[in-house]
């Protein structure tokens, strides 16, 4: 090689990543490149572009955790080689995730805590779609017993989280899903009865319903379906989506009747995601008892070596998030658990107090009943120069994102705003935001806006 090469070889070598000649052209978005790039300069273009996304701290519209401890780094990142699904290669991640489901089986009563069976998912969306799959099964086997008809399932909820709708869609059951009707926006025992027939698979109440944060009440639609079966024979089961809840509910409301205490309620999930602290791609499905998961559901898979039962929608699957988890059971213990989500709650009262200050909103949801969290809409008849829409597009101008979405039936007519208290959102923080919602209003008021926002400008706000 010539000397003058060699020369700027080096010269290029030492190149700062912006001056590099990489840096320097448009790097290829939908076709794949022909050559390859250095590891520095493909890492500050996608580090760069992530920028674009906003600060996952300052999403209020999420369930999902934005804040973890060093610690929590450090195992996901020993454990970037572990598939959850070879058990027999990685026995001590196997077992972590059976004390986490024993653990999870304990904190829900289960009255066989020690032989139940449960696994982990990806979230509650897979979770549900287990529990929900036991549950046509075990019906179906109850109605061939009785030599019924079985073509027809159907299943009763609240105004449910979308993964309902993907499970009555992709398992062909019916949803009889109950609307929502004036002030009530969740299931009444008398609306789940009115719906139920030898047809209904299960009822499926939510421990913190995504649009509005409340607890359905479980103690007293499963007392009303005693009641039923007195009457009818029919003996209805429960399951209960406690995608949330179910991390929250038995630290900060123990006396609260949700969960196994209620001999009806045969299985229940939960998103080790959202308030079990997890990082994000870990959810849990737990059974009362062993009997309660039909066998024909549980694959043997024997060619990794060893006979492992598995109950799963997926093969390969990362296991950090499990053992984060369980590093947050040991880390925390109940009364760590306690402490932060109480803390949350406080903090979600303090907000929607100031907010109720303003006068212009009427509060859907003060953080009491349900999740950490707190939902508004603007006071009937007020027109204050903007929308919700307008509101949640002019407060993203200091990086909040903060979900603002009309209801689902009957009730489209409602639009609020939500915003999730997680892990994370100090008092200090809730502060901030606070002053600039008052910032945001003073500016429509000298800005009123004509033409309002409508769902459609407001971006694409999932109800994660
Ligand atoms: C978030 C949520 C789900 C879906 O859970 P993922 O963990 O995101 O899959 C289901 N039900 C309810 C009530 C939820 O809040």
Redesign the pocket.
């Known amino acids: 090689m010539p000397l003058h090469d060699k020369n700027k070889l080096r010269a290029n070598l030492l190149d700062d990543v912006y001056a590099s000649s990489d840096l320097s052209v448009v790097m290829p978005k939908y076709k794949m490149p022909e050559d390859e790039h250095d590891p520095r300069h493909a890492y500050q273009v996608v580090h760069d572009e992530l920028m674009l996304d906003g600060n996952a701290r300052q999403n209020l519209a999420t369930?999902?955790q934005t804040w973890m401890e060093p610690e929590v780094h450090r195992l996901m990142d020993e454990c970037i080689d572990k598939n959850m699904i070879d058990k027999d290669e990685y026995p001590q991640t196997a077992e972590i995730e059976s004390r986490c489901v024993h653990m999870l089986a304990d904190l829900w009563n289960s009255p066989d805590k020690a032989n139940t069976l449960g696994c982990s998912t990806?979230?509650?969306?897979?979770?549900?779609m287990l529990g929900g799959m036991a549950m046509k099964w075990r019906w179906r086997q109850k109605m061939k017993a009785a030599g019924k008809a079985c073509d027809k399932p159907n299943m009763i909820c609240g105004p449910?989280?979308?993964?309902?709708h993907k499970f009555a869609r992709y398992w062909d059951v019916e949803l009889r899903e109950i609307p929502m009707e004036g002030d009530r926006l969740i299931m009444t025992p008398e609306e789940v009865i009115k719906r139920c027939d030898e047809n209904t698979i299960g009822v499926v109440p939510?421990?913190?319903?995504?649009f509005t944060c409340q607890y359905e009440p479980v103690k007293e639609v499963s007392n009303a379906l005693d009641a039923l079966q007195k009457k009818t024979g029919l003996d209805i089961p429960i399951h209960v989506?406690g995608?949330?809840g179910g991390f929250l509910a038995p630290f900060v409301e123990p006396e609260l009747e949700w969960d196994f205490r209620l001999p009806r309620v045969k299985s229940i999930?939960t998103?080790g995601?959202?308030f079990g602290l997890a990082p994000l791609g870990v959810?849990w499905v737990v059974w009362r008892d062993a009997d309660e998961l039909p066998e024909e559901l549980i694959f043997r898979v024997n060619y990794l070596g060893g006979d492992m039962p598995t109950f799963a929608l997926n093969f390969s699957r990362p296991g950090g998030q499990i053992v984060a988890q369980y590093y947050n059971f040991l880390r925390l213990g109940k009364e760590g658990y306690r402490k932060i989500h109480q803390s949350c709650y406080d903090t979600a009262h303090y907000v929607s107090d100031e907010i109720k200050k303003l006068g212009l909103f009427k509060i859907i949801y003060d953080g009491r009943g349900g999740i950490p969290a707190m939902s508004f809409s603007l006071k009937d008849g007020v027109d204050p120069g903007f929308n919700l829409f307008d509101l949640s597009d002019r407060i993203r101008s200091r990086g909040w994102q903060i979900a603002a979405y009309s209801m689902p039936a009957h009730r489209e007519d409602l639009v609020i705003m939500r915003m999730l208290i997680r892990h994370g959102v100090s008092r200090d923080l809730a502060n901030l935001l606070i002053s600039d919602l008052k910032r945001c209003i003073s500016y429509f008021t000298k800005n009123p806006v004509e033409n309002k926002a409508n769902e459609e400008d407001s971006g694409s706000f999932k109800?994660?």
């Open positions: 369930f999902c990806t979230g509650s969306s897979e979770a549900a449910v989280q979308v993964c309902w939510t421990l913190g319903v995504t989506d995608a949330s999930n998103s995601h959202k959810g109800h994660s």
